[in-house]
Protein backbone atom coordinates (compact mmCIF):
# COMPACT_ATOMS: atom_id res chain seq x y z
CA UNK A 1 0.00 0.00 0.00
CA UNK A 2 1.29 3.46 -1.26
CA UNK A 3 1.48 6.32 1.41
CA UNK A 4 -0.81 8.88 -0.27
CA UNK A 5 -3.49 5.78 0.06
CA UNK A 6 -2.23 4.64 3.64
CA UNK A 7 -3.22 8.27 4.68
CA UNK A 8 -6.59 8.59 3.03
CA UNK A 9 -7.20 5.07 4.81
CA UNK A 10 -5.88 6.84 8.38
CA UNK A 11 -8.16 10.13 7.66
CA UNK A 12 -11.31 7.94 7.19
CA UNK A 13 -10.28 6.16 10.61
CA UNK A 14 -10.02 9.82 12.17
CA UNK A 15 -13.09 11.24 10.47
CA UNK A 16 -15.63 8.63 11.07
CA UNK A 17 -13.78 8.06 14.76
CA UNK A 18 -17.13 9.28 16.60
CA UNK A 19 -19.39 6.65 15.72
CA UNK A 20 -19.61 3.81 18.29
CA UNK A 21 -20.73 0.11 17.59
CA UNK A 22 -24.25 0.37 18.34
CA UNK A 23 -25.41 -1.88 21.46
CA UNK A 24 -28.64 -2.77 19.68
CA UNK A 25 -28.85 -3.39 15.44
CA UNK A 26 -31.95 -4.45 13.92
CA UNK A 27 -31.55 -6.43 11.35
CA UNK A 28 -33.55 -9.37 9.20
CA UNK A 29 -33.99 -12.69 11.23
CA UNK A 30 -32.71 -14.68 8.77
CA UNK A 31 -29.39 -13.35 9.67
CA UNK A 32 -27.44 -14.59 12.88
CA UNK A 33 -26.18 -12.09 14.72
CA UNK A 34 -22.84 -13.63 15.49
CA UNK A 35 -21.95 -14.14 12.28
CA UNK A 36 -23.08 -10.69 10.75
CA UNK A 37 -20.91 -8.64 14.08
CA UNK A 38 -19.12 -11.00 16.34
CA UNK A 39 -16.20 -9.50 15.63
CA UNK A 40 -17.56 -5.81 15.41
CA UNK A 41 -18.68 -6.49 19.00
CA UNK A 42 -15.61 -7.94 20.39
CA UNK A 43 -12.49 -6.77 18.79
CA UNK A 44 -10.86 -2.64 18.06
CA UNK A 45 -12.02 -2.09 14.64
CA UNK A 46 -8.49 -1.77 13.30
CA UNK A 47 -7.99 -5.80 14.51
CA UNK A 48 -11.19 -7.01 12.64
CA UNK A 49 -10.12 -9.32 10.36
CA UNK A 50 -11.83 -9.46 6.62
CA UNK A 51 -13.07 -13.35 7.66
CA UNK A 52 -15.06 -11.38 10.31
CA UNK A 53 -16.62 -9.00 7.90
CA UNK A 54 -17.68 -10.75 5.26
CA UNK A 55 -21.31 -11.27 6.24
CA UNK A 56 -21.61 -7.55 7.44
CA UNK A 57 -20.00 -6.44 4.25
CA UNK A 58 -22.82 -8.18 1.99
CA UNK A 59 -25.94 -7.55 4.10
CA UNK A 60 -25.24 -3.69 5.17
CA UNK A 61 -28.36 -1.54 5.44
CA UNK A 62 -30.26 -4.61 3.34
CA UNK A 63 -30.90 -6.79 6.13
CA UNK A 64 -28.46 -5.80 8.96
CA UNK A 65 -28.24 -2.46 10.85
CA UNK A 66 -28.98 1.33 9.75
CA UNK A 67 -26.23 3.93 8.24
CA UNK A 68 -24.58 4.59 11.67
CA UNK A 69 -23.47 0.83 11.95
CA UNK A 70 -22.02 1.60 8.33
CA UNK A 71 -20.33 4.49 9.23
CA UNK A 72 -18.59 3.07 12.40
CA UNK A 73 -17.54 -0.30 10.61
CA UNK A 74 -16.67 1.89 7.16
CA UNK A 75 -13.11 2.69 7.41
CA UNK A 76 -11.93 -0.87 7.94
CA UNK A 77 -14.76 -2.20 5.40
CA UNK A 78 -12.59 0.49 2.72
CA UNK A 79 -9.42 -0.44 4.41
CA UNK A 80 -9.74 -4.31 3.56
CA UNK A 81 -11.18 -3.34 -0.13
CA UNK A 82 -7.89 -1.34 -0.59
CA UNK A 83 -6.11 -4.65 0.52
CA UNK A 84 -8.73 -7.12 -1.57
CA UNK A 85 -8.51 -9.14 1.45
CA UNK A 86 -11.98 -9.22 1.13
CA UNK A 87 -14.19 -11.94 -0.55
CA UNK A 88 -17.15 -9.91 -0.58
CA UNK A 89 -17.41 -8.13 -4.13
CA UNK A 90 -15.83 -4.58 -3.92
CA UNK A 91 -19.07 -3.40 -6.26
CA UNK A 92 -20.97 -4.44 -3.27
CA UNK A 93 -19.19 -2.85 -0.24
CA UNK A 94 -19.46 0.62 -2.68
CA UNK A 95 -22.53 0.44 -2.97
CA UNK A 96 -23.63 0.28 0.81
CA UNK A 97 -22.39 4.02 0.82
CA UNK A 98 -25.77 5.25 -2.27
CA UNK A 99 -27.85 2.82 0.32
CA UNK A 100 -26.91 4.81 3.09
CA UNK A 101 -27.19 8.29 1.27
CA UNK A 102 -23.92 8.90 2.00
CA UNK A 103 -23.83 12.34 -0.12
CA UNK A 104 -25.89 13.61 2.80
CA UNK A 105 -23.80 13.15 5.00
CA UNK A 106 -21.55 15.85 6.44
CA UNK A 107 -18.89 17.31 4.73
CA UNK A 108 -15.39 15.84 6.23
CA UNK A 109 -17.15 12.29 5.81
CA UNK A 110 -17.85 12.72 2.57
CA UNK A 111 -14.29 14.55 1.93
CA UNK A 112 -12.80 11.44 3.64
CA UNK A 113 -14.74 8.58 1.02
CA UNK A 114 -13.87 10.94 -1.75
CA UNK A 115 -10.47 11.05 -0.95
CA UNK A 116 -10.13 7.28 -0.21
CA UNK A 117 -11.74 6.74 -3.69
CA UNK A 118 -9.11 8.97 -5.55
CA UNK A 119 -5.73 7.15 -3.33
CA UNK A 120 -7.48 4.20 -4.09
CA UNK A 121 -8.04 4.85 -8.30
CA UNK A 122 -4.29 5.81 -8.31
CA UNK A 123 -3.05 2.84 -6.17
CA UNK A 124 -4.90 0.76 -8.99
CA UNK A 125 -3.15 2.70 -11.92
CA UNK A 126 0.45 2.31 -10.31
CA UNK A 127 0.26 -1.52 -9.72
CA UNK A 128 2.05 -3.51 -12.32
CA UNK A 129 -0.62 -5.25 -14.67
CA UNK A 130 -1.19 -8.94 -14.84
CA UNK A 131 -1.38 -8.76 -18.85
CA UNK A 132 -4.07 -10.37 -20.10
CA UNK A 133 -7.61 -9.85 -19.68
CA UNK A 134 -6.70 -7.69 -16.36
CA UNK A 135 -9.91 -6.44 -15.22
CA UNK A 136 -8.81 -4.78 -11.86
CA UNK A 137 -9.45 -0.83 -13.21
CA UNK A 138 -12.62 -2.02 -14.56
CA UNK A 139 -13.64 -3.15 -11.41
CA UNK A 140 -12.86 -0.75 -9.28
CA UNK A 141 -14.29 1.92 -11.26
CA UNK A 142 -17.36 -0.16 -11.46
CA UNK A 143 -17.23 -0.12 -7.95
CA UNK A 144 -17.09 3.54 -7.84
CA UNK A 145 -20.14 3.93 -9.90
CA UNK A 146 -22.06 1.69 -7.28
CA UNK A 147 -21.42 4.91 -4.94
CA UNK A 148 -23.45 6.50 -7.88
CA UNK A 149 -20.55 9.06 -8.78
CA UNK A 150 -19.40 10.04 -12.20
CA UNK A 151 -16.24 8.70 -14.18
CA UNK A 152 -15.55 12.04 -15.44
CA UNK A 153 -13.09 12.57 -12.68
CA UNK A 154 -11.36 8.92 -12.66
CA UNK A 155 -10.98 8.87 -16.55
CA UNK A 156 -9.37 12.52 -16.47
CA UNK A 157 -7.16 10.86 -13.83
CA UNK A 158 -6.33 7.86 -16.17
CA UNK A 159 -6.36 10.12 -19.44
CA UNK A 160 -3.55 12.22 -17.87
CA UNK A 161 -0.98 9.13 -16.61
CA UNK A 162 1.33 8.49 -19.56
CA UNK A 163 2.98 5.96 -17.84
CA UNK A 164 3.34 2.55 -19.01
CA UNK A 165 1.77 0.73 -15.96
CA UNK A 166 -1.86 2.77 -16.49
CA UNK A 167 -1.54 2.30 -20.41
CA UNK A 168 -0.99 -1.53 -19.48
CA UNK A 169 -4.37 -1.14 -17.37
CA UNK A 170 -5.96 0.05 -20.45
CA UNK A 171 -5.05 -3.24 -22.35
CA UNK A 172 -6.01 -4.83 -19.82
CA UNK A 173 -9.83 -3.21 -19.28
CA UNK A 174 -10.53 -3.74 -23.32
CA UNK A 175 -9.74 -7.35 -22.72
CA UNK A 176 -12.14 -7.83 -19.64
CA UNK A 177 -14.78 -5.56 -21.52
CA UNK A 178 -14.80 -6.98 -25.40
CA UNK A 179 -17.26 -9.71 -26.06
CA UNK A 180 -16.33 -11.86 -29.05
CA UNK A 181 -19.40 -12.75 -29.73
CA UNK A 182 -20.75 -9.22 -30.50
CA UNK A 183 -17.78 -7.08 -31.02
CA UNK A 184 -18.52 -4.70 -28.48
CA UNK A 185 -17.36 -3.85 -25.35
CA UNK A 186 -19.54 -4.88 -22.71
CA UNK A 187 -20.49 -3.29 -19.26
CA UNK A 188 -22.26 -6.30 -17.68
CA UNK A 189 -23.36 -7.62 -14.49
CA UNK A 190 -22.63 -4.87 -11.75
CA UNK A 191 -22.47 -1.93 -14.04
CA UNK A 192 -26.34 -3.00 -15.09
CA UNK A 193 -27.29 -1.05 -12.05
CA UNK A 194 -25.49 2.04 -13.39
CA UNK A 195 -25.65 1.96 -16.79
CA UNK A 196 -24.51 5.85 -17.64
CA UNK A 197 -21.26 5.40 -16.14
CA UNK A 198 -20.57 2.04 -17.92
CA UNK A 199 -21.42 4.12 -21.04
CA UNK A 200 -18.66 6.46 -19.59
CA UNK A 201 -16.34 4.23 -19.58
CA UNK A 202 -17.09 2.17 -23.16
CA UNK A 203 -16.66 5.93 -24.83
CA UNK A 204 -13.81 6.67 -23.45
CA UNK A 205 -12.14 3.49 -23.94
CA UNK A 206 -13.56 3.46 -27.57
CA UNK A 207 -11.88 6.53 -29.68
CA UNK A 208 -8.61 6.87 -31.57
CA UNK A 209 -6.90 8.26 -28.54
CA UNK A 210 -7.09 5.06 -26.74
CA UNK A 211 -6.15 2.92 -29.82
CA UNK A 212 -2.83 5.31 -30.45
CA UNK A 213 -2.04 4.98 -26.75
CA UNK A 214 -2.46 1.34 -27.05
CA UNK A 215 -0.13 0.99 -30.19
CA UNK A 216 2.71 3.06 -28.29
CA UNK A 217 2.10 0.30 -25.15
CA UNK A 218 2.62 -2.03 -27.78
CA UNK A 219 6.09 -1.14 -28.64
CA UNK A 220 6.76 -0.78 -25.05
CA UNK A 221 5.88 -3.88 -24.43
CA UNK A 222 7.87 -5.63 -27.10
CA UNK A 223 10.59 -3.60 -25.86
CA UNK A 224 10.40 -4.94 -22.04
CA UNK A 225 10.14 -8.21 -23.73
CA UNK A 226 7.05 -8.95 -21.49
CA UNK A 227 5.27 -11.87 -24.17
CA UNK A 228 2.21 -11.86 -21.53
CA UNK A 229 2.20 -8.35 -22.12
CA UNK A 230 2.74 -8.04 -25.83
CA UNK A 231 -0.15 -10.76 -25.89
CA UNK A 232 -2.33 -8.70 -23.83
CA UNK A 233 -1.42 -5.42 -26.34
CA UNK A 234 -2.26 -7.58 -29.28
CA UNK A 235 -5.87 -8.80 -28.09
CA UNK A 236 -7.09 -4.98 -26.97
CA UNK A 237 -5.77 -3.24 -30.43
CA UNK A 238 -7.37 -6.05 -32.25
CA UNK A 239 -10.48 -5.85 -30.35
CA UNK A 240 -10.17 -1.89 -30.43
CA UNK A 241 -9.76 -1.77 -33.99
CA UNK A 242 -12.71 -3.72 -34.79
CA UNK A 243 -15.14 -1.58 -32.14
CA UNK A 244 -13.84 1.61 -33.94
CA UNK A 245 -14.54 0.05 -36.86
CA UNK A 246 -18.35 -0.48 -35.64
Known sequence: MNETLHKAIERMYDVFSGYAMPAHVEMSPYRHPDQELGALRTLPLRRVPASGLEGYAGHAITTVGDDDLLRYALPRLLDLVARRELITDEEIVLGKLELA???????????????????????V?????????????ASTLCAVAQANLSLAHFLQQWEGRDDVTATDHIAGTVNALYDMSCAVLVTSNFWEARPGQGAQLRLWLARP?????LEDGERQAYERDDEELVESYENALAALRIVLRG
Request: charged residues 25%.
Open 101 to 123: GWRTWPEPERSAILTFLDAWWMS
Open 125 to 137: LDSPSWGGADGRA
Open 209 to 213: ETLAR
